[in-house]
């Protein structure tokens, strides 16, 4: 295992067209976090799993925005009816739980460049 | 709301300088640091970390400095390298807040020869 995995790198997508990016995490860890990146910003919180269940989502999450990890392995970010506003890069992260003794410290993987057109 | 920000967004060093990259964060409830570096096209990359219970922290040519008083933090390089060359990040966790990160806008570090 060497780390956080994110497919596709690149994806280009037309306006009101739906897409799915995939993030297998480091095995051993039980959570699992999405955040979005814009330009010359930092990353910014989306949503997270413990396991399979999803425990929060910020309200930068819309309605078109759903994301699922059903066997507490990988997780799915799907974006419905895309928008120009969508394009960003999309990192997954994984850790071990707090308090589990390993630190708090989470690997990110390299992220989905999503660009809207 | 609350924020995590830096006051520099760009800065240059001469190689085999030091470097020292600054960030001021706003919540008090914050119980968890960690400074990241971001190549481009990449995702960040953990440097090192320091709990609210300390003030300093040491690695490899890095040190973290936590001053909880003036809410603020900053990553010092030894002898920058080439290879430093990137974003810097910093964030945030907030107790009881999940492990979820709040991050500051970046700072970029130039390292010229």
């Known amino acids: 295992d060497t780390g956080v995995s994110q497919d596709p790198r690149h994806k280009i997508t037309k306006r009101g067209q739906n897409v799915t990016f995939r993030c297998d995490p480091i095995?051993?860890?039980?959570?699992l976090y999405w955040y979005r990146q814009t330009l010359g910003q930092g990353p910014e919180f989306l949503t997270y799993?413990?396991?399979?269940?999803?425990?929060?989502k910020s309200r930068l999450l819309s309605d078109r925005f759903s994301a699922e990890r059903p066997k507490g392995s990988f997780s799915t970010l799907e974006i419905q009816r895309t928008e120009q506003g969508d394009s960003a890069m999309y990192l997954c992260?994984?850790?071990?739980?707090?308090?589990?003794?390993?630190?708090?410290?989470?690997?990110f993987g390299s992220g989905t460049r999503l660009t809207v057109v | 709301g609350e924020s995590v920000g830096l006051h520099l967004p760009t800065l240059s060093v001469q190689e085999g300088d030091n470097s020292i990259i600054n960030c001021a964060y706003s919540?008090?409830?914050?119980?968890?640091f960690i400074w990241y570096k971001q190549e481009s096209g990449k995702g960040p990359q953990f440097i090192i970390d320091i709990r609210s219970n300390m003030d300093k922290r040491q690695g490899q040519r890095v040190t973290v400095l936590l001053n909880k008083t003036v809410k603020h933090l900053s990553l010092q390089i030894a002898a920058t390298q080439p290879g430093d060359s990137a974003v810097y990040f910093c964030a945030e966790r907030v107790t009881g807040g999940g492990n979820k990160l709040t991050f500051g806008t970046g700072t970029q570090l130039k390292v010229e020869l």
């Open positions: 992260a994984s850790s071990l739980a707090a308090g589990q003794g390993v630190g708090y410290g989470y690997t």
């Open positions: 799993f413990q396991n399979e269940a999803q425990l929060e």
């Open positions: 919540n008090s409830a914050s119980d968890y």
């Open positions: 095995s051993e860890h039980n959570r």
